[in-house]
Antibody, heavy 119, light 113 residues
Framework: EVQLLESGGGLVQPGGSLRLSCAAS????????MSWVRQAPRKGLEWVSS??????YYADSVKGRFTISRDSSKNTLFLQMNSLRAEDTAVYYC??????????????WGQGTLVTVSS | DIVMTQSPDSLAVSLGERATINCKSS????????????LAWYQQKPGQPPKLLIY???TRESGVPDRFSGSGSGTDFTLTISSLQVEDVAVYYC?????????FGGGTKVEIK
C-alpha cells in the first residue's frame, strides 16, 4: 500500500525558513517523480515543485526560494523553503507521480502539512 | 502557462441525477506523438487530500466507481457523474500535465439539491 506522510509544517515568521519532509513507502521510490502541491486556506490547488530522475522543476512563485530534493536511501522527499512570505501560507501536499517523469498525473497524495507564515 | 478554466464554479444536483463539470485549457493538451490528452480529474472532500479520479482525460483510476467518466480532447473536457450519490459531494479539479508549470482549474463544488 502506497503511503506518503508529510511533516515539518508549522508557524514561521516572514523571511524565515522551514524544511518539509515526506516519508514514502509501498512503492519503488526512485522510479517515480515526486511533487509538492499546496493549497492556501479556502483556495484551490497550486503546483509547487517536482523532482524526477533527470531534474527539478519549480513554479515561478517559489523559484529561487524553495529547493526540492530526495533521499533515496530513506525514501524521503524534502522541500526546503527559504525567504517565506505570507502568501506561502498553505497546506503542502506531497504527491506521487504516475511515472518517472513530470508529465504525468498524481496518483497518490499525502494528508498534508500546514505552513503558516505570520508575525 | 496553460490556464485551466472550470465551469460552473458550483452546482447542485438531485440525488441520482447527472452532474456535468467542464474544463477548458488555454491551449491544447493533446500530445500529437501519442494521441494522449494530458488531463486529469481529482475529487477533494472537506479536510481530505485530493483523490485521483480520471487520467489521460478518460481513463478511470482503479477503484473509482463507473458513474464517474471523463471525455473531451484538445482544449475542452468534461467530467460526468452519471448518478449523483451523497458521497460525491466534493470539490472537483481538472489538471493539465502537458507542460510546466503544471496547472489546475479553479475547482467546481458539487452539492446535493
Amino acid at each position: 500500500e502506497v503511503q506518503l506522510l508529510e511533516s515539518g509544517g508549522g508557524l514561521v515568521q516572514p523571511g524565515g525558513s522551514l524544511r518539509l519532509s515526506c516519508a514514502a513507502s509501498g512503492f519503488t521510490f526512485t522510479s517515480y517523480a515526486m511533487s509538492w502541491v499546496r493549497q492556501a486556506p479556502r483556495k484551490g490547488l497550486e503546483w509547487v515543485s517536482s523532482i524526477t530522475i533527470t531534474g527539478t522543476y519549480y513554479a515561478d512563485s517559489v523559484k529561487g526560494r524553495f529547493t526540492i530534493s530526495r533521499d533515496s536511501s530513506k525514501n524521503t522527499l524534502f522541500l526546503q523553503m527559504n525567504s517565506l512570505r505570507a502568501e506561502d501560507t498553505a497546506v503542502y501536499y506531497c504527491a506521487k507521480g504516475g511515472s518517472s517523469d513530470w508529465d504525468n498525473h498524481f496518483d497518490y497524495w499525502g494528508q498534508g502539512t500546514l505552513v503558516t507564515v505570520s508575525s | 502557462d496553460i490556464v485551466m478554466t472550470q465551469s460552473p464554479d458550483s452546482l447542485a444536483v438531485s440525488l441520482g441525477e447527472r452532474a456535468t463539470i467542464n474544463c477548458k485549457s488555454s491551449q491544447s493538451v493533446l500530445y500529437s506523438s501519442n494521441y494522449k490528452n494530458y488531463l486529469a480529474w481529482y475529487q477533494q472532500k472537506p479536510g481530505q487530500p485530493p483523490k485521483l479520479l480520471i487520467y489521460w482525460a478518460s481513463t478511470r483510476e482503479s477503484g473509482v466507481p463507473d458513474r464517474f467518466s471523463g471525455s473531451g480532447s484538445g482544449t475542452d473536457f468534461t467530467l460526468t457523474i452519471s448518478s449523483l450519490q451523497v458521497e460525491d459531494v466534493a470539490v472537483y479539479y481538472c489538471q493539465q500535465y502537458y507542460s510546466t508549470p503544471l496547472t489546475f482549474g479553479g475547482g467546481t463544488k458539487v452539492e446535493i439539491k
